[in-house]
């Protein structure tokens, strides 16, 4: 090992100094580095003689192209690489932290809900991307690492194989990459063909053995491994570990069924389904969601500012089931009995835009909806539902009228996004919005269509123009100072932009660490931009929600939130979205209620039907045991 230092630093010295080794496994050996370029620390891997000679410099380059394309939140990205000396090594990022192997070993088992946000994180990544044509093939404990503010990556992509036909495949070296106990049939028997479902296989292993503490195959050699693989059934999670809920254990044993055909398709619906079984109880261990804050017994619940599931008060609830039902027939009688337009304001629905391009870039397509609908929210008569329940019509086998029907509206906004990257950096948008009126004993009819193809730097300009074209296709008029508010940029940059895109669809997850993602991506876009007043506002919602969560139940996260909502307030006073942050502040950090709600009424003010300030409202109001007004906003 000590020729091996010597080599490198000899062939590295102009880029890199070597610093103590950090761990060593059957391909390559870690070493902390220090980027000389960049002044950072950066965890340097050199593969082993044997795997570099069978791969090649320049088919290792080829495996590490791909590598360095995955860029996501739970993806260990590649920085660099070359050869030095005759050795084959690439950089990655240091991460401050642990891989799960260590965590295994020192704990054996894990909790419940941490090993499948666990699971879940790194289904995320590899799902990303076997998307873009990568399949990893030495998915281990060893490959997971776990940050210290709670984030899971997937390590060691740097000698994935692309998917796909071809003479450029790894398996032509006649190298057998990864690791006995975690291997798939498929690959542990050779087959050529891998794909997604193999690393779906390793991670339910991972899996596997963070709740029963050790894999589902165990045995002294690899050869006695694989034997029992092909050989014996699929074991059950729950016979070491009963505690586990059975939808769990038959998510692990569909993961890990020797034929691949059985298993799930993506690794993204292996994550979804763990998701929708977490909280699932058994007769021996009932579950508590593992993010959801624990109220004092004597403490009522409510609805949470991100969507968090709390319980009203019985009487209050039978009183807002009340009201609700009561519009519920209203709506109907308007609908039956007055048939065309009505007046008074018109109700809109702005569906989730279909995303045509990369199904990568699907939080853009989100996003842009979520802005879309912003700014019609803000111009006084239209009522705009909110995104939680247009979401719900994501990929709806529902007819247009039933999806009318349910949200009582006569409107309804859809459309397709799809944005066009090239490689000269001049990447195009293109949105094609229709704006549908759904009449009562009638066929939906177009009111308005008209296909955009604009710059991405023009992105905002589009989404003002289609607000103000639905304004006018629904006979609205935009009184002074809408058409600016309409056309107002958020930011120059459409880098901040993009990165501001991104963190919303973390916080939109209302998890701990989602949330926490979040908050990087939101400091990511300020350092591009620190004039973008709208991340300011949203980075100080993301910190009130960690506040909010007790995952920094502090005076220095509570001022981390007001900082934010001051900085937002500064840039942009009339801003709805800076009022609302600085009214969670009071509300939820200093419990400081009217101050709250002089806050609220500002952010109204501006967005005079936005769901969320009514909804904050509501709860505020309810706080201070006012009920009938508290009733009425929610």
């Known amino acids: 090992m000590a020729d091996l230092r010597v080599l490198l630093e000899s062939g590295l010295a102009d880029h890199y100094t070597l610093g103590r080794e950090l761990g060593r496994g059957g391909m390559a050996t870690v070493f902390l580095a220090h980027d000389l370029k960049h002044d950072r620390p950066v965890a340097l891997k050199v593969l082993h003689p044997e795997l570099a000679a069978s791969l090649g410099p320049e088919r290792f380059q080829r495996e590490i192209r791909f590598a360095a394309r995955l860029q996501h939140p739970h993806i260990l990205s590649v920085y660099d690489s070359g050869v030095a000396a005759g050795q084959l090594w690439f950089t990655m990022p240091y991460v401050e932290g642990e891989a799960l192997r260590s965590r295994l070993r020192r704990e054996g088992q894990l909790p419940l809900e941490e090993a499948l946000r666990i ?344 989404q003002a123009d289609i607000a103000s074209r639905v304004a006018q296709a629904l006979n609205v008029a935009l009184g002074a100072g809408v058409p600016e508010a309409l056309a107002a940029r958020p930011t120059t940059s459409t880098e901040a932009y993009d990165d501001y895109l991104r963190a919303n669809e973390y916080f939109d997850r209302v998890t701990i660490p989602d949330t926490r993602l979040a908050i990087q991506l939101y400091h990511q876009a300020l350092a591009l931009d620190s004039t973008f007043a709208l991340a300011w506002a949203r980075l100080a919602d993301a910190e009130a929600s960690l506040y909010q969560l007790r995952a920094d139940h502090s005076a220095e996260q509570l001022g981390r939130v007001e900082q934010a909502a001051r900085r937002a307030l500064a840039l942009a006073p009339d801003l709805a979205e800076a009022h609302v942050a600085m009214g969670y502040y009071y509300y939820q950090g200093r419990r400081d209620f009217a101050h709250a709600l002089e806050e609220f009424a500002l952010a109204g003010r501006s967005k005079p039907n936005d769901a969320e300030v009514a909804n904050v409202v509501g709860r505020v109001l309810r706080r201070q045991g006012k009920w009938e007004q508290a009733v009425a906003n929610l």
């Open 119 to 462: 699971a879940r994180e790194a289904a995320q990544g590899l799902h990303y991307a076997h998307e873009h044509g990568v399949v990893h093939r030495d998915i281990k404990p060893e490959n997971l690492l776990l940050t210290r503010d709670g984030n899971t990556l997937v390590a060691d992509f740097g000698i994935a194989r692309a998917m796909g036909e071809g003479d450029e495949r790894l398996t032509e070296t006649g190298l057998s990459i990864g690791t006995p106990a975690y291997m798939s049939p498929e690959q542990a028997s050779g087959d050529p063909r891998l794909d997604a479902r193999t690393d779906i296989y390793s991670l339910a292993t991972v899996l596997y053995e963070m709740l029963a503490g050790e894999p589902p195959y165990t045995g002294p050699t690899a050869q006695a491994i694989m034997a029992k693989r092909f050989s014996d059934p699929v074991p059950s999670v729950r016979r070491l570990r009963p505690s586990v809920p059975p939808a769990v254990d038959q998510a692990v044993v569909r993961a890990l069924a020797p034929i691949a055909a059985d298993r799930f398709t993506t690794a993204a619906q292996f994550a979804q389904t763990l998701g929708s079984s977490e909280t699932t109880p058994t007769a021996t261990s009932p579950m508590v969601p593992a993010l959801a804050p624990q109220p004092s017994a004597s403490s009522p619940i409510f609805w949470g500012a991100r969507g968090g599931r709390r319980r009203l008060p019985v009487a209050l609830m039978t009183l807002a089931t009340g009201l609700l039902l009561g519009l519920g027939l209203v709506l109907a009688w308007r609908r039956a009995h007055l048939g065309g337009e009505v007046a008074g304001p018109r109700h809109l629905a702005v569906l989730p835009f279909e995303n045509q391009g990369d199904s990568a870039d699907a939080y853009f397509a989100d996003g842009v909806t979520d802005e879309l609908r912003g700014k019609l929210a803000s111009v006084p008569g239209i009522e705009v539902i909110a995104s939680r329940s247009s979401n719900d019509y994501r990929r709806t086998t529902k007819s247009l009228p039933e999806i009318a029907r349910d949200l009582g509206v006569d409107y309804l906004l859809i459309g397709k996004i799809r944005w066009e990257k090239t490689a000269g950096g001049t990447s195009r948008v293109r949105v094609s919005p229709e704006l549908i009126r759904v009449a009562p004993g009638a066929a939906p009819t177009t009111r308005w269509e008209q296909p955009f193809d604009a710059a991405l730097t023009d992105v905002f300009q589009v």
